[in-house]
């Protein structure tokens, strides 16, 4: 029996080979495989299935047999793919570097926020990020924005359904919130991400948009603190050239409130403060300045919502759109293009 059995599979063998000589595109490997090594009617199967024919001394030695065929199909199978590529005559030049994969790249924004991110670590500031389904009582009520407050309604809010004290965060500001409630001072934290208005998408706005959110608490932080970590963080991410300038501002939750304008980096950045803008410059139209975010010394309520004593702490907050920085810095004309994955755009990026 085993000797027959050996001739069997030195038949399988040969038959194998010849197929595979003669094939290969995809779809013929496919049926060559199955022919060989199908569960149930493939040769190996069936010559494996023979081994009950075998006496029980022989049956070790005709099983070896067969699982030697099988490895030898799976190999040859295996490598099958790479012989098709290159058929037989054809003359290849191993030496020639290979065609290059297309790379993928970080997207515009991505960058940007990596970019503001490791500035503040540097400062020695932590990474803290929190939910874009937020608590309403995060997102305005501890922030000192009640109900019927304006600032609401310039903050078009998205709200669950059948959820009603969800919202999907307008801002990034209930961060704030949620590190305060769950941590003491010293707090020293960015918390960058998704926001979400009920904007009509144009060019300056966008339903779903980024931010950088820091704040930092501790006793006796006051307003210069605020202003040098400005200073530092611009001239790290604009230009060492850059000044700052503060408008007053009102924002609910901040008391006293600053919009922070940088010199225009283009026409300004690099002459000295009495430098005049160009009238025609494209940054900045003319005005020598670009709003760049909102900031200001955190509300004694807001700490106060959130367990810490304002006798004893005080604090900075300041927040910033990346898509504004998009196009402040890189020049993007219409916000829409960074959520259309154009690749022409991208790529100047990536
Ligand atoms: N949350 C504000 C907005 O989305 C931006 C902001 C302003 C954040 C002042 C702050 C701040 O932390 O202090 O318009």
Redesign the pocket.
């Known amino acids: 029996m085993i000797d027959e059995l050996r001739k069997e599979i030195e038949e399988a063998r040969r038959s194998f080979v010849h197929e595979l000589e003669g094939v290969p595109s995809p779809e013929t490997l496919a049926a060559l495989r199955e022919r060989f090594l199908g569960r149930k009617k493939g040769r190996v199967s069936l010559l494996l299935a023979r081994l009950r024919e075998c006496a029980a001394a022989e049956r070790p030695l005709a099983g070896q047999a067969v699982n030697e065929l099988k490895a030898f199909v799976e190999e040859a199978l295996a490598a099958a793919p790479a012989r098709a590529a290159a058929p037989a005559g054809e003359w290849r030049d191993p030496s020639l570097p290979p065609s290059r994969l297309p790379a993928g790249g970080e997207h515009l924004i991505a960058a940007i926020q990596r970019r503001i991110e490791d500035i503040f670590l540097q400062l020695g500031y932590e990474i803290a990020r929190g939910p874009e389904v937020e608590l309403e009582d995060y997102n305005f009520t501890k922030?000192n924005i009640p109900a019927h407050h304006p600032a609401r309604d310039e903050?078009d809010t998205f709200f669950l359904e059948g959820h009603d004290e969800m919202v999907l965060r307008?801002?990034?500001?209930p961060m704030?919130v949620r590190y305060m409630l769950e941590h003491r001072p010293p707090l020293k934290i960015i918390s960058p991400g998704k926001?979400f208005r009920k904007d009509d998408p144009d060019a300056t706005h966008s339903p779903c948009f980024h931010?950088v959110?820091?704040?930092l608490v501790d006793r006796g932080v006051r307003f210069s603190h605020l202003k040098g970590t400005l200073e530092a963080f611009c001239r790290s991410f604009y230009g060492p050239d850059i000044v700052l300038r503060f408008r007053p501002?009102y924002?609910p939750?901040?008391e006293p409130?600053?919009e922070v304008d940088i010199s225009c980096f283009l026409c300004r950045g690099r002459q000295d403060r009495a430098a005049t803008p160009d009238p025609a410059c494209r940054v900045c139209k003319g005005s020598g300045w670009l709003e760049i975010?909102?900031?200001?010394m955190?509300h004694p309520q807001v700490l106060r919502n959130c367990g810490i004593d304002p006798e004893e702490y005080s604090g900075?907050?300041?927040?910033?759109?990346i898509e504004r920085v998009a196009m402040v810095k890189y020049g993007v004309p219409d916000l829409r293009l960074l959520y259309e994955n154009d690749l022409r755009l991208l790529g100047q990026f990536g």
Do not use: K, N, Y
């Open positions: 922030l903050q307008t801002h990034t500001s704030q926001a931010q959110e820091a704040l501002g924002f939750f901040t409130s600053a975010l909102g900031s200001g955190v900075f907050a300041l927040g910033m759109g």
